[in-house]
């Protein structure tokens, strides 16, 4: 199975403020990624779909980059409805696997 | 917009049969090159991909899994399913269904999904 590794695996920021997820797989991937929103005692939420595709609807703040085994999502000015645990995911291989999340809180 | 809906028992017996469906509406499910997933998650845990069966007739589980898990599709009733036997603790979570996407070779992602429904596995 292709290991992916989010870090941090927390983080507390402020609103306005820029911030950034890296996501690693243990593989090349090639832009076979995604990530998604989950909200608390929500389902998840599509964001990026290949690596840097910004799914239809979701906020333009949010962005993703990366390709191979390099991976970032960022939020370009944290909103306090970003309240949320953030999970990258593969498809290049299945199983699809998913990252540990990482949950994003604000100060 | 396709919508999703999880159902299923809400309690299931150690050494007994998981068995949940998911109907979708707004969309027929036997159209266009999707393939309909189910995901599951632990309280308090990540995300874990269970399998996928496409309308291509592609079927993919997770090899954790593979020995124990079943999907299949019903285009009539506009449903999918999942059967996972020999359930044990370690089964109990919210399970998820999900519609995934094609976005170019290889490029994958679920772009609708049920709200979930917890299944807890205990005698």
């Known amino acids: 199975d292709i290991q992916m590794t989010q870090s941090p695996s927390s983080l507390s920021a402020s609103v306005g403020d820029r911030v950034t997820i890296t996501c690693r797989a243990s593989?090349?991937?090639?832009?076979?990624l995604s990530w998604y929103q989950q909200k608390p005692g929500k389902a998840p939420k599509l964001l990026i779909y290949g690596a840097s595709s910004l799914h239809s609807g979701v906020p333009s703040r949010f962005s993703g980059s990366g390709s191979g085994t390099d991976f970032t999502l960022t939020i370009a000015s944290l909103q306090p409805e970003d309240l949320a645990t953030y999970y990258c995911q593969q498809s290049d291989s299945i199983p699809w696997t998913f990252g540990q999340g990482t949950k994003v809180e604000i100060k | 917009q396709v919508q999703l809906q999880e159902s299923g028992p809400g309690l299931v017996k150690p050494s007994e049969t998981l068995s949940l469906t998911c109907t979708v509406s707004?969309?027929?499910?036997?159209?266009?090159?999707?393939?309909w997933i189910w995901i599951r998650q632990p309280a308090g845990k990540g995300l874990e991909w269970i399998g996928r069966?496409?309308?291509?007739?592609?079927?993919n589980y997770n090899p954790s899994l593979k020995s124990r898990v079943t999907m299949s599709l019903d285009t009539s009733e506009n449903q999918f399913s999942v059967k996972l036997s020999s359930a044990t603790a370690a089964d109990t979570a919210v399970y998820y269904c999900?519609?995934?996407?094609?976005?170019?070779?290889?490029?994958?992602?679920?772009?609708?999904w049920g709200q979930g429904t917890l299944v807890t596995v205990s005698s």
């Open positions: 069966i496409c309308n291509s007739g592609t079927t």
């Open positions: 707004g969309g027929s499910i036997g159209s266009g090159s999707y393939c």
């Open positions: 999900a519609r995934a996407a094609p976005g170019g070779y290889n490029i994958w992602s679920s772009d609708s």
């Open positions: 593989q090349s991937i090639s832009k076979n």
